[in-house]
């Protein structure tokens, strides 16, 4: 810290400092501020692109064999038997391990962001200098929300680059579920954004860095158990019905890559109800369960594949907003009471 608080004879801070020492290596283009932060947070932030790149790596690897495995199979009209054969734990490992980077980088990024400075009472030290409380949140959140984006956005982009080709597959991943829904298109960078705000904000009320982890943990793991019942809830759900009785080739048609939310028995007077209602021990009981009931058909509700994106999009827009509601509260608390 001795670049923040050493003066020379004319009386220059820290901010003069930076920008010296910047100006001396003519490669660096940051400077001020985000130099500052850079430097304070290097280490984190090298990690987290050093990761990025390894799993895009990987990731291009892996769509590379899968691309040779489907064209074994005559890809892109694939023929029978071919996702059967087909080895998926490297792609469920890595929606696994994906789904896990919004908790990681929360706790051990956000939460320390502002937690660390307080506690070590660097926080008093920022309130002397030149630089604004404002400038000093506003430079901290942007430099690592920038760091944020550009990890989770190329991560994205190769996990949906690998995952493409099976999409509409339901012998995989069902798109409307967590692995695959939250590792794509925008809500990875959207959920990543949302836990590190809030463990920014945790942290600059707690004061204390490992309380704000432990505590962000806590936050993190609420946020995806909330966003997961509340994830399918962005579609328009659509219900198919048939009048053809429950046989076994009465199942109502639902196009490839549908994601079935529930289905039902549908009586003659167009009443609903559950397809268990009629679970009894023999096939003859069920069916005088079922003409008991007057039961002609069935009715199912599903998603189709083609609301994805706008899904995500409308989820991501969503946790956004919730976002800057966050930081814009960081930055008008730390205005007035960050010491």
Not at 3 to 28: K, P, V, W
Request: overall charge neutral.
């Amino acid at each position: 810290m001795s670049t923040m608080t050493s003066t020379g004879g004319t009386g220059s801070t820290f901010s003069d400092s930076a920008r010296g020492a910047t100006g001396r290596g003519r490669g660096l283009r940051l400077s001020g501020m985000n130099w500052l932060v850079w430097r304070q947070h290097r280490a984190a932030y090298w990690t987290l692109l050093a990761a990025t790149a390894i799993t895009v790596a990987v990731i291009v690897y892996q769509r590379q064999q899968l691309i040779t495995y489907l064209d074994g199979y005559g890809y892109p009209d694939l023929k029978s038997g071919w996702e059967t054969a087909y080895d998926q734990d490297p792609l469920n490992m890595a929606a696994t391990t994906l789904g896990f980077l919004p908790v990681l980088v929360g706790v051990f990024v956000g939460a320390p962001l502002l937690a660390g400075d307080l506690e070590t009472g660097t926080g008093k030290l920022v309130t002397a200098q030149s630089v604004s409380r404002v400038r000093w949140i506003a430079t901290k959140l942007g430099v690592t929300a920038l760091v944020v984006v550009v990890c989770t956005m190329a991560l994205s982009a190769a996990f949906t680059w690998w995952w493409s080709p099976l999409k509409s597959s339901s012998y995989f991943m069902s798109w409307a579920d967590g692995p695959a829904f939250d590792n794509t298109g925008p809500v990875p960078v959207a959920l990543t954004l949302l836990t590190v705000v809030g463990g920014v904000a945790i942290g600059m009320l707690l004061r204390r860095t490992l309380l704000s982890m432990v505590v962000t943990l806590g936050f993190a793991v609420a946020l995806q158990v909330v966003w997961s019942y509340f994830r399918t809830s962005l579609g328009n759900v659509v219900t198919v019905t048939t009048h053809n009785g429950v046989g076994n080739d009465s199942a109502p048609n639902m196009p490839e890559g549908a994601h079935q939310l529930d289905e039902f028995y549908l009586t003659a007077s167009g009443d609903l109800i559950g397809w268990g209602s009629c679970a009894e021990p023999t096939e003859k009981a069920r069916e005088a369960c079922l003409d008991e009931a007057q039961v002609v058909g069935w009715s199912v509700d599903y998603l189709p594949i083609s609301q994805m994106s706008s899904m995500q999009w409308l989820g991501a827009s969503i946790l956004l907003a919730l976002t800057a509601g966050i930081a814009a509260f960081v930055i008008l608390w730390g205005r007035k009471r960050l010491v």
